[in-house]
């Protein structure tokens, strides 16, 4: 199967380039961030618990994202493979994914790390705050989420470095400059 972990920080444009790699390998999306915020819209238990943290530029804990997550596995089998869109955030969910596909006799084939200027990340967030309206698009909760990012996710850098899974992708320039990019890495891959 061909399972694929992108990641970087918030307005890298991992949601935009997961569709292209859905578009074109069919996999299966999995973006705990849209499950998060589709659980906040319709006003459930977990939405409200999770807003608590996400209006705050916080991560939501761990285990509430692991279960998301473990359910999700359980009843919606992908038949070519999973990209994973704002998961795993933090050291502990990577190690969580690992033992959860080991247990399914599957594994990760490559993390894909987007690579953009900070400046950049601001100045795309602002304006998807604007056009889209989310409420979590604000110049406060964009540094907030930055620091939140450098800090507890930029170290699942080094997990998958040393599984030898993770690829940096330059992701500056036009979205299909950096799908290309994407897919000679992918295209590469044995699955």
């Keep these: 199967m061909l399972n694929i972990v992108i990641f970087g920080a918030p307005g890298s444009g991992k949601g935009t380039q997961s569709q292209k790699l859905i578009d074109k390998y069919h996999l299966m999306h999995i973006s705990t961030g849209d499950i998060l915020r589709s659980e906040i819209e319709n006003r459930?238990?977990?939405?409200?618990h999770a807003?608590?943290?996400?209006?705050?530029?916080?991560?939501?804990?761990?285990?509430?994202?692991?279960?998301?997550l473990h359910e999700l596995f359980i009843h919606k089998p992908a038949k070519v493979g999973y990209i994973l869109d704002g998961f795993p955030r933090?050291?502990?969910q990577g190690r969580a994914l690992d033992d959860m596909l080991q247990r399914e006799n599957e594994n990760i084939k490559v993390v894909l790390s987007l690579e953009?200027?900070?400046?950049?990340?601001?100045?795309?967030?602002?304006?998807?705050g604007e056009i889209s309206g989310r409420n979590d698009d604000t110049a406060e909760t964009i540094k907030?989420?930055?620091?939140?990012?450098n800090r507890q996710t930029a170290p699942l850098k080094e997990y998958y470095a040393t599984q030898d899974?993770?690829?940096?992708?330059?992701?500056?320039?036009t979205?299909?400059?950096?799908?290309?990019?994407?897919?000679k890495v992918v295209d590469r891959l044995d699955y």
Excluded at 44 to 48: A, D, F, M, R, V
Excluded at 51 to 68: C, Q, S, T
Excluded at 116 to 128: F, P
Excluded at 165 to 173: A, E, W
């Design 165 to 173: 899974k993770l690829v940096n992708i330059n992701g500056m320039g």
């Design 44 to 48: 459930t238990e977990l939405g409200k």
């Design 90 to 92: 933090t050291l502990e």
């Design 51 to 68: 807003a608590k943290f996400m209006n705050r530029g916080k991560l939501v804990p761990d285990e509430m994202v692991i279960d998301i």
């Design 175 to 183: 979205i299909d400059e950096i799908f290309t990019r994407i897919e």
């Design 144 to 149: 907030s989420r930055l620091q939140v990012y």
């Design 116 to 128: 953009v200027d900070e400046a950049v990340l601001t100045e795309r967030l602002i304006k998807r």
